[in-house]
């Protein structure tokens, strides 16, 4: 008795799972690049002065309290801050 042939639908099923898995591994490999080139994974610079960063902090937290600043900046900068602050 001869074998019966696949379907139209599982050929689809097959072709769609195929692409699925290749977009997984091309995001993860654009991933993988983007976390190699990212210079704010953690170590900073040794010439960064850390107790100079602690005091545009202070200054920054004055700029806001005094309302100098939108919030919207400081939360900018304050990111920017941390990821440059190494803490030990």
């Known amino acids: 008795m001869a074998r ?3 379907t139209v ?3 689809q ?3 769609a799972k195929r692409e699925k898995a290749r ?7 654009a991933r993988r690049a983007d976390r190699e080139t990212d210079p ?3 170590d900073t610079s040794p010439a960064e002065d850390q107790e100079a960063l602690l005091a545009q902090f202070a200054k920054l937290h004055e700029d806001l309290a005094d309302g ?3 919030i919207d900046d400081f939360e900018l900068r304050q990111d920017d801050l941390r ?3 190494r803490v030990d």
């Open 68 to 70: 100098r600043i939108s």
């Open 9 to 11: 639908g599982k050929l």
């Open 83 to 85: 990821r440059r602050l």
């Open 4 to 6: 019966p042939r696949t």
């Open 40 to 42: 704010s994974d953690g």
């Open 23 to 29: 977009a997984k591994q091309e995001d993860r490999l």
């Open 13 to 15: 099923r097959d072709q």
